[in-house]
């Protein structure tokens, strides 16, 4: 990413005083809630069960207080460490914070498993009291889990475990983090990470789009083996612990997060597979639009129109109307957190890439990071990041801490949602025709990217997971194989898939951190396609609906959240009504690159 004091968004820098006024105070804060969570647990170890609803309730919220107290000092570390990796303070601080966390976690932990070591019956009473009801769904979530849940003796050891396991994870990153090869992208021979090969695909100059993949996979081939042996031992060892568990499915925990049937993840693939034909139409006009015979993998970013400069106050001003226009309320949360410092959008070097939001607790407004370079494509991260931080401010103003935040895949409906509204109304108002092709072409390829190819991606782990689960070895090789077999299976013969892709796993940090977390964004990005046509079939009943959704937080399943929505997970139906939201996007894009040909 280039990274230049002409950027629009220079000086644009998170105030973190909302979380803490210095490391001094922060510190402080860390033995202060160590000794509340060890006198939490002196006080309540063992009465989980014994409590009554009533007693119960107070348990659970002042556990609420304390794990949202854990939740602001912790990000402040975060956020520290995030945007200033080079300071030697901002470093102890975020290793005082790891530590902590992990103590505080084993201290509390007894609350869940005392909760799951309880009968059903005794449970199902519990459940029923009013008392319990800011908390009774994510209780009754949670006992899902007792089937595979351990004694605790053994739970904490697994937990002890943690450290030795993420070193794999680290270890992973590290080497994708530290890779730099020399790339001259125009400006002489300079060192480049992986992120910044990466970002020339959307570079208009073709030569420079191959090279810079041709010397990306040729930095993969040094790293391959060893990005193998940790993906290896991870799963390997997730295996394992299922089998100690008694867990069937590897995908099981995923979708017991996501609260979605094993089913209905099923049943969204195998649609969303069934249309890949729709990518691949793309792929062939967009050939024709850059005059080629057939797309390289290189070219399939590869700017369609063209793209303008967008300064940082024009973001705000139309991600401030979009969602002003759909409610004043959203608009509202968004103007408190730019005004009040919480969002970071300055690139410079010691700051992490890529864009979050985190809504902190129900006194903080959300905190949201992003590295603005003044594209459009910009804007709309801008946008989807905002459509997190009003989900969390809505839901965490009235649901308990505990109840606000959902699974991953319900969680990016509200950002992708917003990045939809965000997106029609710049290619409404964009009055260059060529810009307005290029924002046509970028939503269809993002729809792409996060439908079609995340799918890809989660099948290419199934194969990986039974293969591991068969007892065969995850070498670079073997998922080389089931790599280039799925994205086969994707483009087919739409985009030549250069021979060093084969190693195009090996810098995915999803496969790593989460299993099958990918297929979230597809789902995601699906229900948001669907939602967005029904606003625009019906915006006066539409909006009042979805206040409540942003507001539900987690408070019930994805299923009774969306059905109000006009989105039943159960019907394949609301596949279809998606797909065809897909197809419209494709189709406009298509006839923007035709009015552009003629023109
Ligand atoms: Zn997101």
New binding site residues.
């Given amino acids: 990413m280039a990274v230049s004091s002409s950027l629009s968004a220079t000086g644009v820098r998170w105030d973190l005083s909302d979380l803490e006024p210095d490391a001094e105070q922060a510190r402080r804060d860390w033995d202060d809630l160590l000794a509340r969570a060890r006198d939490f647990a002196e006080r309540r170890r063992g009465t989980v069960g014994a409590a009554g609803a009533e007693g119960l309730r107070e348990l659970l919220d002042e556990l609420d207080e304390l794990t949202q107290d854990i939740s602001r000092v912790h990000f402040y570390a975060t956020a520290r460490e995030h945007t200033d990796a080079t300071d030697s303070e901002t470093n102890d601080l975020a290793t005082l914070a790891r530590d902590r966390a992990a103590d505080l976690e084993s201290l509390l932990l007894f609350v869940e498993l005392e909760w799951l070591a309880l009968e059903d019956a005794e449970a199902d009473a519990l459940l029923e009291a009013a008392e319990l009801e800011p908390y009774r769904h994510r209780l009754r979530v949670a006992r899902e889990e007792k089937p595979y849940v351990l004694p605790e003796g053994e739970e904490q050891a697994l937990n002890a475990r943690r450290p030795a396991i993420s070193a794999w994870e680290s270890l992973h990153g590290r080497q994708l983090a530290t890779l730099t090869v020399e790339f001259d992208g125009g400006d002489g021979p300079e060192p480049h990470t992986i992120d910044r090969l990466l970002s020339y695909v959307h570079h208009p100059d073709r030569e420079l789009r191959l090279a810079a993949l041709a010397v990306l996979y040729g930095a993969l081939e040094g790293v391959a083996d060893v990005q193998a042996a940790c993906y290896d031992a991870l799963v390997g060892d997730r295996l394992s612990i299922d089998r100690l568990r008694g867990i069937p499915d590897p995908m099981w925990p995923t979708n017991q997060r996501n609260e979605l049937d094993g089913d209905v993840v099923e049943a969204m693939m195998r649609a969303i597979e069934e249309h890949y034909l729709l990518g691949r139409r793309w792929f062939v006009r967009k050939a024709e639009v850059l005059g080629l015979d057939r797309l390289q993998l290189a070219d399939q970013y590869a700017p369609v129109g063209s793209d303008r400069r967008v300064e940082w106050t024009e973001a705000v001003a139309m991600v401030d109307d979009s969602l002003r226009d759909f409610d004043p309320r959203l608009g509202d949360i968004f103007r408190t957190c730019v005004d009040r410092g919480h969002v970071d959008a300055e690139p410079r070097p010691g700051k992490v890439g890529g ?3 985190n809504s902190v607790s129900k006194t903080v407004f959300p905190f949201v990071l992003l590295n603005y370079t003044d594209q459009l494509r910009d804007v709309v991260t801008l946008a ?2 905002f ?2 931080a009003v989900h969390g401010t809505l839901s965490l103003e009235r649901q308990a801490y505990r109840s606000y935040h959902t699974g991953l895949a319900l ?2 409906v509200p ?2 949602f917003a990045q939809l509204l965000a997106v029609e109304r710049l290619i409404d108002l964009e009055e260059d025709p060529a810009t307005r092709v290029m924002l046509l072409a970028d939503r269809a390829e993002g729809a792409m990217a996060s439908i079609f190819r995340q799918t890809m991606m989660a099948r290419f782990e199934g194969h990986a997971y039974a293969a591991r689960g068969e007892g065969k070895a995850l070498t670079s090789e073997r998922l080389s194989g089931m790599w280039i077999e799925e994205n086969e299976r994707y483009y087919d013969d739409s985009i030549q898939l250069p021979d060093g892709y084969r190693l195009g796993w090996s810098y995915i940090p999803h496969f790593i951190h989460v299993r099958f977390y990918t297929y979230a964004y597809a789902f ?1 990005h699906l229900v948001a396609f669907s939602l967005a046509a029904r606003y625009r079939e019906d915006p006066e009943r539409f909006a009042p609906a979805y206040l409540e959704f942003l507001a539900s937080g987690a408070s019930r399943s994805p299923q009774e959240l969306l059905a109000p929505l006009g989105v039943d997970l159960r019907d394949p139906q609301t596949w279809a009504h998606a797909f065809a939201e897909f197809d419209r996007c494709v189709t406009e894009a298509e006839a923007g690159v035709d009015e552009l040909d003629a023109a």
Avoid: F, V
């Fill in positions: 864009a979050y939001c989807h990041e459509g997190h969680a990016e950002s992708t995601a």
